[in-house]
Antibody, heavy 121, light 109 residues
């Protein structure tokens, strides 16, 4: 059973960089047809896709966040990471990592439990 | 960017009733790349339907998906108490790649 677990600071100051890591267990991050993604959800609001990475290092980002986002992967640690720069209060949200299965059909099949990140001084 | 519009925003129904949720895309979406998720408070979303109409593993058959092109529907044939939650549609396509609908909350009437 694949499991994903987010980790990182729960509080980030405005203008700083938010950094989160997702650790994958129960399977290799390098195996299969999967993209590894970050999604966020402000309190009481909907889901916003941030971006995805393939184990080759190939990335795609949400255009609305592209200038501030970097997603990277460390296959040796079975982890992938998110960096979001120049954060403001609008970046306060629960951040989820998730596995996006892509093949004939495409969908998120496994999600982390989510981690709340608050941007505040 | 493909925009997904879900309606209604809130659906107030009683257990045992039928729920019909709509997801409309701003341009055509491949059925292969349309999925539905259920989210309960404090939990991560859970996959219900993929490929517009295929149920995910362990999902009861009271949940069904249909549609094509720009109009997709999630139907819950008879609401159980555990079905009251927020539902999201999601599409995957060419750049920029992926969007979610705004969600439909199914609440107890």
């Amino acid at each position: 059973q694949v499991q994903l677990q987010e980790s990182g600071p729960g509080l980030v100051k405005p203008s700083q960089t938010l950094s989160l890591t997702c650790t994958v267990s129960g399977g290799s991050i390098s195996s299969g047809s999967y993209y590894w993604s970050w999604i966020r959800q402000p309190a009481g609001k909907g889901l916003e896709w941030i971006g995805r990475i393939y184990t080759s290092g190939s990335t795609n980002y949400n255009p609305s966040l592209k200038s501030r986002v970097t997603i990277s992967v460390d296959t040796s640690k079975n982890q992938f990471s998110l960096k979001l720069s120049s954060v403001t209060a609008a970046d306060t949200a629960v951040y989820y990592c998730a596995r996006l299965r892509f093949a004939v059909v495409t969908y998120f099949d496994y999600w982390g439990q989510g981690t709340l990140v608050t941007v505040s001084s | 960017e493909i925009v997904l519009t879900q309606s209604p925003g809130t659906l107030s129904l009683s257990p045992g009733e039928r729920a019909t949720l709509s997801c409309r895309a701003s341009q055509s979406v491949s059925s292969s790349y349309l999925a539905w998720y259920q989210q309960k408070p404090g939990q991560a979303p859970r996959l219900l339907i993929y490929g517009a109409s295929s149920r995910a593993t362990g999902i009861p058959d009271r949940f069904s998906g249909s549609g094509s092109g720009t109009d997709f529907t999630l139907t819950i044939s008879r609401l159980e108490p555990e079905d009251f939650a927020v539902y999201y549609c999601q599409q995957y396509g060419s750049s920029p790649g992926l969007t979610f609908g705004g969600g439909t909350k199914v609440e107890i009437k």
